[in-house]
């Protein structure tokens, strides 16, 4: 792929640690990660429940700068920025897509993908005009004035897609998207987040379902807070529908399923 | 970062909406606070007001000499007392001799309040008061006669000029001319009725409609030749020699006090200090008032902000992660708890008019309406906001983003 032969790293980890409590109830959430991802990477990120993906990803998205270690976000030490900064590049660079989609409750659809804007500095009715205009790229235009509880699950997370992308992020960090969709909003999803990725956004995806890591790029297993796994993606998309991903190249790199490689580990 | 205000406001409001019942119940406190505020204040103006127009009207060149030094203006307040007579004055006669050969002083009055009862047909009502003076005071306070005359040196002694409201009462008449009557026992006749002043509240604590004017000797003579002046009246001989006149008076009587500092001058505003005790009780009671409802109000605004920060955590890690930073969160709460001060103080002000009008119904002033009142209203809602609305601000933007976004409500 093109994509891999980008020279810069968007993101560096270098000897990332992260520790949860204190004393006896010490936990290593993350051990040591050395890991560079590159500007336009799918990655998809897999691993059982508690080998720190989710906190992976969030010291990653700046939400959590209790870390020890390196991290360096576009040739930037994170450690060195200040809390404002670190807003305004989650504002600006960064957009976050989450499992349980985190639409504010209160607000309807269009005000709700309009937040980001907020930070950003924008008016109100140039937010609504942006917002509007993300909508209709996801077929949402309708819905603009719904409430999200009257929405599907798999419309509400597009509306948080289009909220993360609303900013015109360059990276989009997606926490288990499709964890509660069934398997057609899923693919769905998998879709849109394929197409960001085409358009040279990077993305970086934790994920428990190893059909959707045929989307990426890259897929990392990681396993006890360490990567145990850095390949390309093995498992053709069963859906038929997408026809967009080039079978040929992908069937030649197959290998190992990640999800087997997990089951010998155990 | 206007934008971001506004869009802050925007989102108060929307909160606001949303918890209708508790916001109302919340700016209750404020409004509470913010309406004894106004009232009083708007009710001390009321009478400051009448002070002063009435010395603007007299031409605006009145000094006045109480005795006892000015330390404060409490103190200004509670010596100028007339009524309270157990103190002894520190005026005499000689400082009114000498007052009035000082340059740039057109009029000398002298006023001595005395205790006494004062009877014709009938006996006068407590409230009334004897006062002896100079016939100079009616120029000085502009005392306009019904009938007949007012004080003159060169009348007999026992010449008494009485207030209407005290001509009906002791006479059942407004003209009583001729007719006699008894201070302490000892006769007087009048010679003249006032037209009716009614405003008791005025710089001489007289009320003129009550009140019975004799000359100055006489109430010595009543008053066992004790002499007991609560004020001196002043004239300048224009508006322009004022400041000349006031530092003239201060030097003649500093003289005849041989230096000592015992008494003040009180020029323009001072003079308008109010001097009702009634309304200083109110005052009082509803400073009071205002000051536990404000702190209860206070109170409850921070208690309602907690509880709303505690609400939306996780909107507030929603709002952290798409790229709000501390600060942004906590002008969101901030902004919130001051548009609960904000309106509440806005509703307190409007209350609060509502208040002095229905209470002065029942008194001799109007309230007075001015942007000072309104500033200061706002003001104080403004800092209530701030001030309770701070701690659950800061709790809400020291929220962790993780464990914000994590919480299930």
Not at chain 2, 289 to 299: N, Q, T
Request: net charge positive; glycine share 6%.
């Amino acid at each position: 792929m093109t994509i891999t032969t980008k020279k810069t790293p968007v993101i560096k980890l270098r000897d990332l640690e992260k520790r949860f409590g204190i004393g006896d109830a010490e936990i290593i959430a993350l051990n040591k990660i050395n890991l560079s991802i590159k500007k336009g990477e799918f990655v998809s990120i897999m691993g059982p429940s508690g080998c720190g993906k989710t906190t992976l990803l969030n010291i990653i998205g700046l939400l959590d700068s209790s870390f020890v270690g390196e991290y360096e976000l576009d040739g930037k030490s994170v450690n060195s920025i200040s809390e404002i900064k670190q807003a305004r590049i989650r504002s600006k660079q960064i957009g976050f897509v989450f499992q349980n989609f985190n639409l504010i409750p209160r607000l309807n659809v269009i005000e709700n993908v309009a937040i980001p804007l907020v930070y950003k500095g924008m008016s109100h009715t140039k937010r609504l005009v942006v917002a509007s205009d993300i909508l209709k790229n996801f077929h949402l235009n309708e819905r603009e004035y719904y409430m999200p509880y009257q929405l599907s699950g798999g419309q509400v997370q597009r509306v948080a897609i289009a909220r993360a992308l609303v900013n015109e992020p360059s990276i989009i960090l997606a926490d288990e998207p499709t964890g509660n969709l069934d398997s057609r909003s899923s693919h769905i999803i998998m879709e849109e987040l394929s197409d960001l990725h085409k358009r040279g956004n990077t993305i970086i995806m934790v994920t428990h379902n190893p059909r959707l890591t045929t989307y990426s790029s890259r897929v990392i297993t990681m396993l006890d807070g360490q990567i145990d796994t850095d390949t390309k993606p093995t498992i053709e998309p069963t859906e038929p529908k997408i026809k967009r991903q080039p079978k040929t190249k992908q069937t030649k790199r197959r290998k190992k399923s990640p999800f087997r490689m997990k089951r010998k580990k155990r | 970062m206007r934008l971001l205000f506004i869009n802050h406001i925007q989102n108060a409001r929307q909160s606001l909406q949303s918890s209708r019942a508790r916001s109302l119940l919340t700016m209750l406190g404020v409004t509470i606070g913010v309406a004894s505020i106004t009232a009083i204040l708007a009710l001390s103006g009321g009478t400051n007001n009448i002070i002063s127009d009435q010395i603007n009207s007299l031409g605006g060149n009145i000094i006045i000499v109480r005795p006892g030094a000015a330390f404060d203006p409490t103190l200004d307040i509670t010596q100028a007392q007339l009524h309270d007579n157990y103190s002894t004055s520190t005026l005499t006669e000689k400082d009114v001799e000498s007052l009035e050969k000082t340059n740039n002083i057109k009029s000398v009055a002298p006023i001595m309040v005395l205790s006494g009862t004062i009877k014709g047909d009938s006996k006068a009502p407590n409230n009334s008061q004897v006062v002896a003076t100079s016939p100079e005071l009616a120029d000085i306070s502009n005392l306009k006669l019904r009938v007949g005359q007012f004080l003159d040196e060169t009348l007999d002694q026992n010449t008494v000029v009485i207030g209407k409201q005290l001509s009906i009462n002791i006479f059942g008449t407004e003209s009583s001319i001729g007719r006699n009557l008894t201070i302490r026992g000892k006769p007087f006749v009048v010679v003249g009725v006032l037209k009716q002043v009614n405003n008791p509240i005025n710089y001489n604590s007289i009320d003129f409609d009550n009140a019975a004017m004799v000359n100055f000797t006489a109430g010595k003579k009543l008053n066992n030749d004790v002499i007991q002046i609560q004020q001196i009246d002043i004239k300048a001989t224009s508006i322009d020699k004022l400041k000349k006149a006031e530092i003239g008076a201060n030097k003649t009587i500093l003289a005849n006090h041989v230096g000592e500092k015992d008494f003040s001058v009180l020029v323009g505003d001072k003079i308008s200090q109010p001097t009702s005790h009634f309304f200083y009780t109110i005052a009082g009671v509803m400073t009071a008032i205002a000051a536990i409802s404000l702190l209860v109000g206070g109170i409850g605004i921070m208690n309602i902000m907690l509880v709303t920060v505690a609400e939306r955590t996780r909107e507030i890690g929603i709002r952290k992660a798409l790229g709000a930073s501390n600060i942004d969160i906590s002008w969101q709460f901030l902004i919130e708890s001051l548009a609960i001060s904000i309106i509440g103080g806005v509703f307190g002000y409007v209350v609060g008019y509502i208040l002095a009008f229905s209470i002065s119904d029942i008194l001799t002033f109007n309230p007075v309406i001015n942007w000072q009142i309104a500033v200061i209203a706002i003001l104080i809602s403004v800092v209530m906001g701030l001030l309770f609305g701070l701690y659950p601000a800061i709790r809400a933007a020291r929220k962790d983003p993780i464990e914000s976004l994590n919480r299930h409500n």
